[in-house]
C-alpha cells in the first residue's frame, strides 16, 4: 500500500538503485522502497538531483514544497500518465463560457456552505448554540443562484466564512485558543495559524488526487486561471476544508494534542513550532486515511479517496455525461 512521505529534517534525498534514500544533516539515513511512496512532502531544507527528479517522474510520485512556516510553495508535477487533449479542451471551454464556468463555481461554493453548515450541526446536537450562525449560511446558500459574476459568489463565500468563523470560539470555548477572525499574511492568532497550515496541507493532497485523473490542475472555475501554477486545487478544496481541516482542528485543541507551546511569534504573526507541525501533520495524515461508508457504492472509501471521486464526478460534468453534484458530509 502506497503512502505519503513526510520529511522534516534537513538533508539529501537521492535515489539508490530502486529505492530512495535520505540522509539527514547529522548523518542518520533512511531508505524509502519506491513501491511504497504515493507523494512526498518536504518541509527541512533538503538537497536533490535531476537523477532523482528524473525516477520520480518515471514514477508518477509528486514532491510537495513548504517554506519555512510550513505552508505550501509549490510542487514537482511530473508528466501527466493520464493527459487528455479532449478533456482539457472542455475545461477551458467551461472556463472561457461564462454560464458553464458559473455552474461550476456556484456548486464548488454551496458545497462548501453546506459541509460548513454540517460542521455546525454537528456541534449544535452537542448543546452548542449554533443556530443562528446555521441560519444565516443557509440563507446565503440559498441566494446562491441571484449572482451573476464569479467575484460576486467569492465575495458572498467570504461572508459566509465570516458567519462560520465567528462560531468558531464557541465551539473551541479555550482562551488561549481566542479568535479574531480570519487574517492570513501573517496570521494574527493560534486559530489563524491552524487554519493557515491545514488549508495548505490540503491544497497539496488535492493536487495528488488531480494528477491521478485526466484533469489539469492549471485550470479552475471558482478560482482565476492565470499565471498561477495550479487553481482547481483550490476549487476543489473549499468543499472539503470544513470536514477535514476544522474539524481536525477542532478535534486537536478540544483533545489537548495541540497547546500554546506548541507556537511561536516570529515577523510579526504566530505560527506552529516544528513540534507542532509534526503533531498536524501526523494528525492530517491519519484524517485523509480514515475510512466512512460511502452511501452510494455502500463500502468504506478513505478521505483522499473521496476527493478523488469529487475529480471523476467533475470530469463527468465536462464531458456531458453528468451534472456536477458536490459532495455533502452526513456526519
Known sequence: MTKPIYIFSDGELKRKQNTLFFEKANGEKKYFPIENIEQIHIFGEVTINKKLLDFLSQEGILI?????????????????HYNSGSLILKQAEHYMDNDKRMRLACKFVSGAMLNMI?????YKNRNIDLEGEIISIDEKNKSIENFN????IMAMEGNARDIYYKSFNKIVNNPEFHFEGRYRRPPIDKINALISYGNSLLY?????????????PRIGFLHTTN??????????????KPIIVDRLIFSLINKGMIREKDFSQEMRGIYLDENGRRIFVEEMDNKMKTTIKHRKLGRNISYRTLIRMELYKIEKHLLGDEEYQPFISWW
Request: charged letters at 25%; a negative charge.
Open 64 to 80: 510537495h514544497f513548504y517554506n519555512y512556516f510550513g505552508f505550501y510553495e509549490g510542487s514537482f508535477y511530473p508528466k501527466e
Open 227 to 240: 499565471f498561477r501554477r495550479f487553481s482547481l486545487n483550490l476549487d476543489v478544496a473549499e468543499i472539503f
Open 204 to 216: 497539496s493532497y488535492v493536487l495528488s488526487e488531480i494528477y491521478k485523473t485526466h484533469l489539469d
Open 149 to 152: 459574476s464569479v467575484d460576486e
Open 118 to 122: 454540517k460542521v455546525l450541526e454537528y
